[in-house]
Protein backbone atom coordinates (compact mmCIF):
# COMPACT_ATOMS: atom_id res chain seq x y z
CA UNK A 1 0.00 0.00 0.00
CA UNK A 2 0.82 3.58 -0.22
CA UNK A 3 3.29 4.95 2.67
CA UNK A 4 3.91 7.88 3.72
CA UNK A 5 7.51 8.71 3.86
CA UNK A 6 8.34 10.67 7.34
CA UNK A 7 9.04 13.90 5.24
CA UNK A 8 5.35 13.90 4.40
CA UNK A 9 4.61 13.27 8.10
CA UNK A 10 6.80 16.28 9.06
CA UNK A 11 4.94 19.08 6.81
CA UNK A 12 1.71 18.22 8.31
CA UNK A 13 3.01 19.07 11.56
CA UNK A 14 1.75 22.63 13.11
CA UNK A 15 4.60 24.87 14.00
CA UNK A 16 4.30 28.29 16.23
CA UNK A 17 6.70 30.58 16.94
CA UNK A 18 6.63 32.15 20.41
CA UNK A 19 7.68 35.71 21.41
CA UNK A 20 8.96 35.79 24.87
CA UNK A 21 9.58 39.25 26.98
CA UNK A 22 12.60 39.65 29.37
CA UNK A 23 11.85 37.47 32.35
CA UNK A 24 9.00 35.61 31.42
CA UNK A 25 8.16 32.12 30.51
CA UNK A 26 6.62 30.17 28.13
CA UNK A 27 4.72 26.70 30.06
CA UNK A 28 3.66 23.90 28.36
CA UNK A 29 2.74 20.33 28.31
CA UNK A 30 2.87 17.22 26.41
CA UNK A 31 0.80 14.42 26.77
CA UNK A 32 2.92 11.06 26.86
CA UNK A 33 0.86 10.53 23.57
CA UNK A 34 2.13 13.02 21.56
CA UNK A 35 5.73 14.74 21.20
CA UNK A 36 6.53 18.34 20.56
CA UNK A 37 10.04 19.89 19.15
CA UNK A 38 11.14 23.18 20.30
CA UNK A 39 13.75 25.60 18.88
CA UNK A 40 15.65 28.70 20.39
CA UNK A 41 15.58 30.81 17.37
CA UNK A 42 16.97 34.24 19.07
CA UNK A 43 18.47 35.07 22.29
CA UNK A 44 18.45 32.92 25.64
CA UNK A 45 16.64 30.44 27.42
CA UNK A 46 16.78 28.07 30.06
CA UNK A 47 15.01 24.68 31.04
CA UNK A 48 14.77 24.34 34.20
CA UNK A 49 18.06 26.12 34.76
CA UNK A 50 19.99 24.51 32.00
CA UNK A 51 20.51 26.71 29.12
CA UNK A 52 19.63 25.69 25.45
CA UNK A 53 21.88 26.27 22.48
CA UNK A 54 20.18 28.44 19.71
CA UNK A 55 19.46 25.74 16.60
CA UNK A 56 18.85 22.60 18.76
CA UNK A 57 16.05 21.09 18.54
CA UNK A 58 14.69 19.43 21.90
CA UNK A 59 11.87 16.79 21.84
CA UNK A 60 9.25 16.21 24.55
CA UNK A 61 6.68 13.87 25.08
CA UNK A 62 5.12 12.89 28.27
CA UNK A 63 6.64 16.41 29.71
CA UNK A 64 5.28 19.57 31.79
CA UNK A 65 7.22 22.34 31.92
CA UNK A 66 8.83 25.89 30.61
CA UNK A 67 10.93 27.68 28.94
CA UNK A 68 12.53 30.57 31.01
CA UNK A 69 14.37 33.79 29.42
CA UNK A 70 16.22 36.24 31.57
CA UNK A 71 16.36 38.98 28.48
CA UNK A 72 13.93 37.58 25.75
CA UNK A 73 14.30 35.52 23.47
CA UNK A 74 11.84 33.51 20.40
CA UNK A 75 10.94 29.88 19.93
CA UNK A 76 9.78 27.93 17.31
CA UNK A 77 7.26 25.41 18.56
CA UNK A 78 6.63 21.61 16.31
CA UNK A 79 3.56 20.33 17.17
CA UNK A 80 0.49 21.13 19.62
CA UNK A 81 1.29 21.21 23.33
CA UNK A 82 -2.07 19.91 24.88
CA UNK A 83 -1.65 23.43 27.55
CA UNK A 84 1.01 26.56 26.67
CA UNK A 85 0.76 30.25 27.81
CA UNK A 86 3.19 32.72 28.76
CA UNK A 87 3.56 33.94 32.31
CA UNK A 88 5.12 37.52 33.32
CA UNK A 89 5.11 36.03 37.78
CA UNK A 90 7.63 33.80 38.63
CA UNK A 91 9.20 33.13 41.60
CA UNK A 92 12.65 33.05 39.66
CA UNK A 93 13.88 36.08 41.37
CA UNK A 94 13.99 33.96 45.04
CA UNK A 95 15.05 30.95 43.52
CA UNK A 96 17.91 32.85 41.95
CA UNK A 97 18.53 34.46 45.45
CA UNK A 98 18.58 30.91 47.17
CA UNK A 99 21.16 30.04 44.29
CA UNK A 100 23.45 33.03 45.36
CA UNK A 101 22.88 32.27 49.26
CA UNK A 102 24.59 28.63 48.73
CA UNK A 103 27.20 30.15 46.22
CA UNK A 104 28.32 31.90 49.60
CA UNK A 105 28.24 29.37 51.28
CA UNK A 106 29.91 27.36 49.03
CA UNK A 107 32.79 29.85 49.00
CA UNK A 108 33.06 30.09 52.44
CA UNK A 109 33.44 26.53 52.84
CA UNK A 110 36.43 26.32 50.36
CA UNK A 111 38.21 29.28 52.00
CA UNK A 112 38.22 26.97 55.24
CA UNK A 113 38.20 24.04 53.89
CA UNK A 114 34.94 23.10 55.45
CA UNK A 115 31.82 20.79 54.05
CA UNK A 116 29.72 23.47 51.63
CA UNK A 117 26.06 23.47 52.45
CA UNK A 118 23.83 20.36 53.00
CA UNK A 119 20.14 21.57 51.78
CA UNK A 120 17.05 20.07 52.09
CA UNK A 121 14.23 20.54 50.02
CA UNK A 122 11.18 19.94 51.76
CA UNK A 123 7.33 20.32 51.00
CA UNK A 124 4.03 19.17 49.69
CA UNK A 125 3.79 16.51 46.77
CA UNK A 126 3.62 18.87 43.30
CA UNK A 127 5.15 21.92 45.12
CA UNK A 128 8.04 22.00 42.51
CA UNK A 129 10.91 20.24 44.57
CA UNK A 130 12.27 18.28 42.20
CA UNK A 131 12.32 21.23 39.52
CA UNK A 132 14.16 23.90 42.04
CA UNK A 133 17.05 21.26 42.50
CA UNK A 134 17.24 21.04 39.07
CA UNK A 135 17.68 24.72 38.91
CA UNK A 136 20.04 24.89 41.83
CA UNK A 137 22.37 22.05 40.43
CA UNK A 138 22.40 23.71 37.04
CA UNK A 139 22.91 27.20 38.49
CA UNK A 140 26.46 25.44 40.50
CA UNK A 141 27.73 23.32 37.42
CA UNK A 142 27.59 26.41 35.60
CA UNK A 143 29.74 28.44 38.23
CA UNK A 144 31.81 25.08 38.02
CA UNK A 145 30.45 23.62 41.39
CA UNK A 146 29.90 19.77 41.76
CA UNK A 147 26.44 19.49 43.20
CA UNK A 148 25.58 16.08 44.77
CA UNK A 149 21.99 15.48 43.92
CA UNK A 150 20.47 13.63 46.83
CA UNK A 151 16.83 11.53 45.85
CA UNK A 152 14.67 10.30 48.90
CA UNK A 153 11.63 9.96 47.03
CA UNK A 154 11.35 6.85 46.05
CA UNK A 155 7.87 7.44 43.56
CA UNK A 156 10.34 9.00 41.01
CA UNK A 157 14.08 7.79 40.10
CA UNK A 158 16.93 9.58 39.91
CA UNK A 159 19.50 8.32 37.38
CA UNK A 160 17.52 4.76 38.28
CA UNK A 161 13.94 3.70 38.51
CA UNK A 162 11.27 4.82 40.94
CA UNK A 163 11.86 2.46 44.26
CA UNK A 164 15.38 3.50 44.63
CA UNK A 165 17.25 6.06 46.54
CA UNK A 166 20.28 7.24 45.06
CA UNK A 167 22.67 10.21 44.99
CA UNK A 168 24.88 11.09 41.99
CA UNK A 169 27.37 14.17 41.73
CA UNK A 170 26.72 16.09 38.66
CA UNK A 171 29.05 18.66 37.07
CA UNK A 172 27.94 18.85 33.03
CA UNK A 173 24.69 19.88 31.83
CA UNK A 174 21.60 18.36 32.45
CA UNK A 175 19.51 16.32 30.21
CA UNK A 176 16.42 18.81 29.38
CA UNK A 177 14.53 16.55 27.43
CA UNK A 178 14.04 13.86 30.56
CA UNK A 179 15.15 15.73 33.61
CA UNK A 180 17.65 13.73 35.23
CA UNK A 181 17.27 10.33 33.15
CA UNK A 182 16.45 7.30 34.29
CA UNK A 183 19.51 5.50 32.94
CA UNK A 184 23.33 6.70 33.68
CA UNK A 185 23.81 4.73 30.91
CA UNK A 186 22.22 6.27 28.03
CA UNK A 187 23.32 9.90 28.21
CA UNK A 188 26.20 12.01 27.36
CA UNK A 189 24.40 14.97 29.10
CA UNK A 190 23.58 15.11 32.51
CA UNK A 191 26.22 12.30 33.43
CA UNK A 192 27.23 12.22 36.88
CA UNK A 193 30.74 12.44 37.48
CA UNK A 194 30.42 8.94 38.93
CA UNK A 195 28.40 6.22 39.23
CA UNK A 196 25.46 6.59 41.27
CA UNK A 197 24.73 5.20 44.78
CA UNK A 198 21.33 3.67 44.34
CA UNK A 199 19.94 1.89 47.40
CA UNK A 200 16.70 -0.17 46.69
CA UNK A 201 13.32 0.56 48.95
CA UNK A 202 10.72 -0.76 46.57
CA UNK A 203 8.01 1.60 47.94
CA UNK A 204 5.93 4.18 46.83
CA UNK A 205 6.35 5.62 50.17
CA UNK A 206 8.47 5.65 53.19
CA UNK A 207 5.33 5.64 55.58
CA UNK A 208 5.16 1.73 54.55
CA UNK A 209 8.27 0.57 56.08
CA UNK A 210 10.12 3.62 58.09
CA UNK A 211 11.99 1.25 59.29
CA UNK A 212 13.65 0.16 56.23
CA UNK A 213 13.39 4.23 54.94
CA UNK A 214 15.38 5.31 57.90
CA UNK A 215 18.08 2.05 57.58
CA UNK A 216 18.64 3.50 53.83
CA UNK A 217 18.50 7.37 55.01
CA UNK A 218 21.53 6.70 57.32
CA UNK A 219 23.19 4.00 54.78
CA UNK A 220 22.89 6.82 52.40
CA UNK A 221 24.50 9.49 54.52
CA UNK A 222 27.49 7.54 55.11
CA UNK A 223 28.14 6.56 51.65
CA UNK A 224 27.42 10.38 50.49
CA UNK A 225 29.71 12.11 53.46
CA UNK A 226 32.43 9.54 51.95
CA UNK A 227 31.82 10.61 48.67
CA UNK A 228 31.78 14.02 49.36
CA UNK A 229 35.44 13.54 51.24
CA UNK A 230 36.96 12.05 48.38
CA UNK A 231 37.30 15.55 46.41
CA UNK A 232 37.34 19.12 47.74
CA UNK A 233 35.12 20.24 45.40
CA UNK A 234 32.27 18.12 46.11
CA UNK A 235 33.00 18.61 49.79
CA UNK A 236 32.94 22.61 48.96
CA UNK A 237 29.52 22.18 46.87
CA UNK A 238 27.92 20.53 49.01
CA UNK A 239 24.75 18.20 48.74
CA UNK A 240 21.11 19.05 47.95
CA UNK A 241 18.29 16.46 49.24
CA UNK A 242 14.88 15.78 47.43
CA UNK A 243 12.05 14.44 49.56
CA UNK A 244 8.83 13.24 49.44
CA UNK A 245 6.07 15.68 49.95
CA UNK A 246 4.22 12.73 52.63
CA UNK A 247 7.15 13.69 55.23
CA UNK A 248 6.38 17.00 55.11
CA UNK A 249 2.20 16.62 55.82
CA UNK A 250 2.27 15.92 59.86
CA UNK A 251 4.44 16.95 63.00
CA UNK A 252 6.62 16.00 64.54
CA UNK A 253 7.86 15.38 61.47
CA UNK A 254 9.90 12.22 62.23
CA UNK A 255 11.56 11.46 58.79
CA UNK A 256 12.40 15.20 58.39
CA UNK A 257 14.52 14.90 61.91
CA UNK A 258 16.52 11.92 61.22
CA UNK A 259 17.35 13.02 57.71
CA UNK A 260 18.35 16.21 59.13
CA UNK A 261 20.54 14.56 61.29
CA UNK A 262 22.14 12.25 59.35
CA UNK A 263 23.22 14.31 56.57
CA UNK A 264 23.89 17.08 59.69
CA UNK A 265 21.39 19.39 57.15
CA UNK A 266 22.92 22.92 57.84
CA UNK A 267 20.06 24.54 54.93
CA UNK A 268 16.05 23.49 54.81
CA UNK A 269 14.35 24.85 52.21
CA UNK A 270 10.54 25.13 52.80
CA UNK A 271 8.75 25.08 49.27
CA UNK A 272 5.69 25.97 48.97
CA UNK A 273 4.13 25.86 52.58
CA UNK A 274 3.64 28.52 55.39
CA UNK A 275 2.85 26.17 58.14
CA UNK A 276 5.39 23.57 57.19
CA UNK A 277 8.37 26.76 57.52
CA UNK A 278 6.92 27.86 60.81
CA UNK A 279 7.22 24.56 62.49
CA UNK A 280 10.14 23.28 60.51
CA UNK A 281 11.70 27.34 62.04
CA UNK A 282 10.12 26.17 65.91
CA UNK A 283 11.91 22.90 65.43
CA UNK A 284 15.35 23.28 64.07
CA UNK A 285 16.19 27.08 64.73
CA UNK A 286 14.52 27.92 67.75
CA UNK A 287 15.71 24.29 69.53
CA UNK A 288 19.05 24.42 68.38
CA UNK A 289 19.27 28.19 69.33
CA UNK A 290 19.55 26.60 72.92
CA UNK A 291 22.05 24.72 72.50
CA UNK A 292 25.68 25.95 72.12
CA UNK A 293 27.33 23.18 70.58
CA UNK A 294 24.93 21.92 67.63
CA UNK A 295 25.36 23.37 64.47
CA UNK A 296 23.40 26.42 63.31
CA UNK A 297 20.42 25.31 60.55
CA UNK A 298 18.97 27.92 58.79
CA UNK A 299 15.46 27.49 57.67
CA UNK A 300 14.17 29.47 54.29
CA UNK A 301 10.84 29.50 52.44
CA UNK A 302 10.45 29.21 49.05
CA UNK A 303 6.97 30.50 47.40
CA UNK A 304 5.67 27.90 44.91
CA UNK A 305 6.05 28.76 40.99
CA UNK A 306 2.71 29.39 39.64
CA UNK A 307 3.59 26.98 36.77
CA UNK A 308 3.98 23.82 38.59
CA UNK A 309 1.08 21.02 37.55
CA UNK A 310 -0.10 18.60 39.89
CA UNK A 311 0.41 15.08 38.42
CA UNK A 312 -2.27 12.68 39.55
CA UNK A 313 -2.07 8.77 40.16
CA UNK A 314 -2.66 8.07 36.53
CA UNK A 315 0.35 10.47 35.00
CA UNK A 316 2.50 9.31 37.42
CA UNK A 317 1.84 5.68 36.51
CA UNK A 318 3.08 6.63 32.89
CA UNK A 319 6.21 8.68 34.37
CA UNK A 320 7.03 5.61 36.09
CA UNK A 321 6.31 3.39 33.23
CA UNK A 322 8.60 5.11 30.53
CA UNK A 323 11.16 5.49 33.96
CA UNK A 324 11.17 1.92 33.70
CA UNK A 325 10.94 1.50 30.14
CA UNK A 326 13.80 3.82 29.70
CA UNK A 327 16.39 2.07 31.78
CA UNK A 328 15.50 -1.31 29.13
CA UNK A 329 15.17 0.10 26.27
CA UNK A 330 16.96 3.16 26.49
CA UNK A 331 15.62 6.76 24.76
CA UNK A 332 14.71 7.34 21.06
CA UNK A 333 17.80 9.77 20.59
CA UNK A 334 20.07 6.45 22.16
CA UNK A 335 17.89 3.17 22.23
CA UNK A 336 19.65 0.29 23.96
CA UNK A 337 18.91 -3.03 22.85
CA UNK A 338 17.95 -4.87 25.76
CA UNK A 339 18.88 -8.36 26.42
CA UNK A 340 17.23 -11.93 27.10
CA UNK A 341 18.13 -14.51 28.97
CA UNK A 342 17.25 -17.64 30.39
CA UNK A 343 17.97 -19.01 33.35
CA UNK A 344 17.43 -22.03 35.93
CA UNK A 345 15.42 -21.33 39.18
CA UNK A 346 18.34 -22.42 41.28
CA UNK A 347 20.32 -19.74 39.95
CA UNK A 348 18.51 -17.61 41.40
CA UNK A 349 17.61 -15.64 45.08
CA UNK A 350 15.14 -13.23 45.37
CA UNK A 351 13.87 -11.84 48.61
CA UNK A 352 10.77 -9.29 49.30
CA UNK A 353 10.13 -7.43 51.78
CA UNK A 354 7.55 -9.30 54.33
CA UNK A 355 3.90 -8.75 53.50
CA UNK A 356 3.22 -6.92 56.36
CA UNK A 357 5.40 -3.98 55.82
CA UNK A 358 4.53 -3.64 52.72
CA UNK A 359 0.93 -2.25 53.02
CA UNK A 360 -1.52 0.56 52.28
CA UNK A 361 -0.27 3.25 53.33
CA UNK A 362 -3.83 4.51 54.61
CA UNK A 363 -3.90 1.64 57.03
CA UNK A 364 -0.81 2.61 58.74
CA UNK A 365 -0.61 3.93 62.19
CA UNK A 366 1.85 6.74 62.65
CA UNK A 367 5.77 6.22 63.28
CA UNK A 368 4.72 2.30 62.21
CA UNK A 369 8.06 0.50 62.24
CA UNK A 370 7.32 -2.83 60.71
CA UNK A 371 6.34 -5.54 62.90
CA UNK A 372 9.92 -6.30 64.98
CA UNK A 373 9.43 -9.87 65.31
CA UNK A 374 9.62 -10.37 61.26
CA UNK A 375 13.23 -10.06 59.25
CA UNK A 376 13.57 -6.94 56.80
CA UNK A 377 13.80 -9.45 53.79
CA UNK A 378 12.20 -12.60 53.23
CA UNK A 379 12.98 -15.33 50.67
CA UNK A 380 10.53 -15.41 47.68
CA UNK A 381 9.35 -18.55 46.23
CA UNK A 382 9.72 -18.45 42.40
CA UNK A 383 6.08 -18.82 41.35
CA UNK A 384 4.41 -17.11 37.98
CA UNK A 385 3.34 -14.00 40.42
CA UNK A 386 6.34 -13.21 39.53
CA UNK A 387 6.05 -12.33 35.63
CA UNK A 388 6.29 -8.64 34.99
CA UNK A 389 8.12 -7.71 38.25
CA UNK A 390 11.58 -5.56 38.41
CA UNK A 391 13.90 -6.91 40.18
CA UNK A 392 17.18 -4.91 41.49
CA UNK A 393 20.35 -6.60 41.75
CA UNK A 394 22.13 -6.35 45.11
CA UNK A 395 25.81 -5.94 45.47
CA UNK A 396 25.61 -8.33 48.67
CA UNK A 397 26.74 -11.51 48.52
CA UNK A 398 24.61 -14.53 48.46
CA UNK A 399 25.27 -15.20 51.78
CA UNK A 400 25.23 -11.73 53.35
CA UNK A 401 22.36 -11.27 56.15
CA UNK A 402 19.30 -9.92 55.53
CA UNK A 403 19.94 -7.20 57.53
CA UNK A 404 23.18 -6.65 55.33
CA UNK A 405 21.27 -6.94 51.49
CA UNK A 406 18.97 -3.87 52.77
CA UNK A 407 21.84 -1.82 53.02
CA UNK A 408 23.69 -2.58 49.85
CA UNK A 409 23.79 -0.57 46.64
CA UNK A 410 21.97 -1.78 43.75
CA UNK A 411 24.00 -2.94 40.50
CA UNK A 412 20.95 -2.92 38.07
CA UNK A 413 17.70 -3.95 37.50
CA UNK A 414 15.86 -6.95 35.59
CA UNK A 415 12.52 -7.60 34.27
CA UNK A 416 11.28 -11.27 34.77
CA UNK A 417 9.58 -11.76 31.44
CA UNK A 418 8.38 -15.51 32.41
CA UNK A 419 8.15 -18.44 34.86
CA UNK A 420 7.87 -21.46 33.73
CA UNK A 421 7.53 -24.15 36.98
CA UNK A 422 7.70 -26.88 34.80
CA UNK A 423 11.15 -26.64 33.11
CA UNK A 424 11.87 -24.63 36.30
CA UNK A 425 13.54 -21.67 34.23
CA UNK A 426 13.20 -18.04 33.76
CA UNK A 427 13.19 -15.38 31.22
CA UNK A 428 14.48 -12.47 32.15
CA UNK A 429 15.15 -9.20 30.32
CA UNK A 430 18.69 -7.00 31.12
CA UNK A 431 19.75 -3.27 29.93
CA UNK A 432 23.07 -5.05 28.68
CA UNK A 433 24.26 -8.63 27.66
CA UNK A 434 26.36 -10.71 30.23
CA UNK A 435 26.01 -13.14 32.45
CA UNK A 436 23.58 -12.90 35.14
CA UNK A 437 25.86 -11.84 38.45
CA UNK A 438 25.44 -14.22 41.37
CA UNK A 439 24.02 -11.73 43.62
CA UNK A 440 21.05 -11.98 45.73
CA UNK A 441 17.96 -9.92 44.51
CA UNK A 442 14.83 -7.94 45.58
CA UNK A 443 11.59 -7.34 44.13
CA UNK A 444 8.65 -5.77 45.14
CA UNK A 445 4.80 -4.54 43.57
CA UNK A 446 6.25 -1.39 43.00
CA UNK A 447 6.71 0.19 40.53
CA UNK A 448 3.63 -1.66 38.84
CA UNK A 449 4.90 -2.01 35.51
CA UNK A 450 3.39 -3.87 32.20
CA UNK A 451 6.70 -3.48 29.11
CA UNK A 452 5.06 -5.20 25.90
CA UNK A 453 8.11 -6.77 25.40
P1 LIG B 1 7.73 18.07 43.38
O1 LIG B 1 9.15 17.61 43.28
O2 LIG B 1 7.54 19.06 44.48
O3 LIG B 1 6.74 16.94 43.45
P2 LIG B 1 8.13 18.89 40.63
O4 LIG B 1 9.31 19.77 40.70
O5 LIG B 1 8.37 17.50 40.18
O6 LIG B 1 7.37 18.87 42.04
O7 LIG B 1 7.05 19.60 39.71
C1 LIG B 1 5.80 19.02 39.37
C2 LIG B 1 5.58 19.14 37.88
O8 LIG B 1 5.47 20.52 37.49
C3 LIG B 1 6.73 18.58 37.05
O9 LIG B 1 6.18 17.89 35.95
C4 LIG B 1 7.50 19.81 36.60
O10 LIG B 1 8.20 19.60 35.40
C5 LIG B 1 6.36 20.82 36.44
N1 LIG B 1 6.82 22.22 36.61
C6 LIG B 1 7.57 22.72 37.60
N2 LIG B 1 7.77 24.05 37.46
C7 LIG B 1 7.12 24.41 36.32
C8 LIG B 1 6.94 25.65 35.61
N3 LIG B 1 7.46 26.78 36.08
N4 LIG B 1 6.21 25.62 34.48
C9 LIG B 1 5.67 24.47 34.03
N5 LIG B 1 5.79 23.28 34.65
C10 LIG B 1 6.51 23.24 35.78
Known sequence: GLQ??????????????????????WRFEVPFSSNIE???IRGTAEIFGTEIPIGHAYSFSGYKGAIWTWYGC??????????????????????????????????????????????????????????????????????????TVVNMNPKEGLLSL?????????????????????SPTTGPSGVPVKVPLVYYLGLEHPEQNTKLYKKIVSRMALAVNSRLSESDQCKSSGCIIDTPGSISTTAPYELIQHIVAEFSVNVIISLGSERLYSDLVKKFETERSKSSTAEKITV????????????????????RHDQVKRYFYGEPKRPLSPYTMTVDFDQLQIYKLPEQDNLNLSFMPVG?????????LEKQAITPLLTNAVAAILHARLNDSVEDMVI???????????????????????????????????????????LNT
Open 4 to 25: LGPEHVEEDVKTSTHELAAETE
Open 38 to 40: IKL
Open 74 to 147: TIEVKGIPSVDYTSEETPMGTYTNAHFALQRLRGQAQEQNSSGPRVLIVGPDDAGKTTLIKMLTSYGQRLGERV
Open 162 to 182: PGTLTAATFSTILDVEDGWGS
Open 300 to 319: IKLAKSGGVVDRDANYMKEV
Open 368 to 376: YEGDLNKPI
Open 408 to 450: STVMGFVYILEVDEKKKKVKLLAPIMGRLPARPMVTSSFPEVI
